[in-house]
């Protein structure tokens, strides 16, 4: 059994800074990942998403892998996310169970398919949580406005909030190619089937799709507030352009009073 454990440890990792510094059995790398082989069937997969993926590699040593890392990272979490996965080789035949798939051949291209599959959701398990906490601020404030009938956010929190917010999609929208199936398995009808099984086993592209709606929702509700809130800037306004034309329309009248 070769056990496969994903850590989001960040928002991001510089691929090109850190190769530079480990470049030691680098089995395949491009501006966005660095495959590691590092024995007879160990590997470690780095992602700039922010994930690190390890295949049968004991604890140690992933431990000394991410402190090695970790000055690599932008935004490093304070407690990672992790994900645990098992692969059974020499199997009869290809096979998807749950947190484990069987194979025939445990070949380096479906190793590295699998710890893909693997970083990828953990990588949606981030998304989706930094989504459902946007959905909570924005639901407290639709439920202040069902109940009280106004917004309870003043101009600025609520640009902070969407500065917030169009950071998450935009992080999203630049790894939206993590979501895609490799080169590879275009070429290779067996890698596709593990790439395609897998998929369906970690629920990808539902859970994809959860987070496209989450956000969808969100920047519905952000165009309600912001409207709002210039109603409510624009009510304020007029209420001052009537003070003050008031005010002028006094001091005539006085001045007229006062030259009787």
Request: proline fraction near 3%; include cysteine; charge should be negative.
């Amino acid at each position: 059994m070769l056990p496969v454990v994903s850590y989001q440890i960040a928002d991001s990792i510089d691929i090109k800074s850190f190769k530079a510094v480990s470049n030691e059995g680098i089995y395949h790398f491009d501006a966005d990942e660095l495959f590691y082989k590092t024995g007879p069937e160990s590997y470690v997969y780095v992602f700039k998403y922010g994930v690190v993926c390890f295949l049968n590699t004991d604890e140690e040593a992933c431990k000394v892998f991410l402190e090695k890392i970790a000055p690599y990272c932008k935004n490093p979490f304070d407690q990672p996310l992790s994900e645990e996965f098992q692969v059974e080789a020499n199997a009869r035949e290809n096979r998807f169970g749950y947190n484990k798939i069987e194979i025939v051949n445990a070949d380096t291209e479906t190793l590295r398919l699998i710890m893909l599959n693997v970083s990828q959701s953990v990588a949606l398990d981030y998304f989706l949580d930094q989504t459902n906490l946007l959905l909570e601020e924005t639901n407290s404030q639709t439920l202040l406005l069902e109940k009280k009938g106004k917004l309870a956010i003043s101009g600025k929190s609520l640009k902070m909030y969407i500065g917030r917010t169009l950071n998450l999609k935009n992080r999203i929208a630049e790894n939206l190619y993590i979501f895609d199936s490799p080169p590879e398995t275009w070429e290779d009808e067996n890698l596709n089937k593990i790439d395609v099984g897998l998929k369906k086993t970690f629920d990808l592209q539902e859970r994809f799709r959860d987070v496209k709606e989450g956000l969808e929702i969100i920047r519905e509700n952000l165009e309600l507030f912001k409207d709002l809130l210039q109603y409510r800037n624009s009510t304020v306004l007029e209420w001052i352009i009537i003070i003050l034309v008031s005010a002028e329309v006094v001091n005539i009248l006085i001045d007229k009073l006062l030259k009787l």
